[in-house]
């Protein structure tokens, strides 16, 4: 199995398929025995596919014994292509060099004619149940992960200031206030977010409208008080870094 692009389907298994084109067959299991993909057990349709699956596809794994098992969902005719099969590879309890090689292998491919709609990698038993194939639907349709930039706006968003930087759409970021934010206090509250700064003060210009920044700094909280002015409006954002319960927490409270 050390040259997993040369193994291929044997003759029966590829004469087998040719005959899957009925839509009879509900599961096929395709093992690796000496360097070949071979056809190890089949079953028909009986039910449903939700109610056939957990039924068809748990008694057909084997520990130690790596493999594919195709299973059909539904009679869809792609031309010459025939059905449209679910791809299930399972790997339960396998050595990691089984899972390498199996995760690797071209069964597209060495099946020609046949098209996947669906791969699941499978290392327990419940990965491969028709619950576990649920979740990994609800999984592959879940949003990508945020990018680096998306989470900064989102880290300006649960700060509540503003960062569009347009005079003409404005936003609430003080009760009662809807100016926009300069470049230099958005780009603070982005270093911010990263932890170069503890402590932020804005101040509002009345005559602008506009949100500017005063200062950016690390103090401890104790000199919290010392920064806030007793003769004029500020906005300050402050991390407070604590534990709670025995965690260790960093939280941004906001103070006008």
């Not at 299973?71 to 005719?77: F, M």
């Not at 089984?98 to 327990?124: A, D």
Request: glycine letters at 6%.
């Amino acid at each position: 199995m050390s040259h997993q692009t040369g193994i291929k389907a044997n003759d029966d298994l590829k004469k087998f398929f040719a005959k899957c084109r009925d839509g009879k067959v509900r599961v096929i299991k395709v093992s690796i025995e000496e360097e070949q993909l071979v056809l190890s057990d089949h079953k028909d349709v009986k039910n449903n596919w939700e109610k056939d699956f957990d039924k068809y596809i748990t008694p057909l794994i084997e520990e130690n014994q790596p493999c594919y098992i195709l299973y059909r969902q539904q009679k869809i005719l792609l031309g010459l292509n025939g059905y449209l099969l679910v791809g299930v590879q399972i790997l339960h309890r396998f050595a990691k060099k089984c899972c390498t090689h199996l995760r690797k292998l071209p069964l597209n491919k060495s099946l020609g004619h046949l098209r996947s709609k669906t791969e699941i990698h499978g290392t327990m038993i419940s990965d491969v149940t028709l619950n576990g194939y649920i979740k990994h639907k609800k999984s592959a349709a879940a949003p990508a992960p945020l990018s680096m930039r998306e989470e900064e706006l989102q880290e300006i968003k649960r700060t509540e200031v503003n960062t569009d930087i347009s005079i003409d759409t404005k936003q609430q970021t003080l009760s009662g206030v809807a100016f926009p934010i300069t470049q230099a206090a958005k780009q603070t509250i982005l270093d911010m977010a990263r932890g170069s700064y503890d402590y932020v003060q804005f101040r509002i210009d009345i005559e602008e409208e506009t949100i500017h920044l005063v200062c950016a700094e690390n103090i401890p909280l104790e000199k919290l008080p010392s920064r806030v002015p007793s003769d004029r409006g500020r906005y300050h954002l402050y991390k407070f870094k604590h534990t709670h319960e025995g965690d260790y927490m960093e939280n941004i409270g906001k103070n006008s």
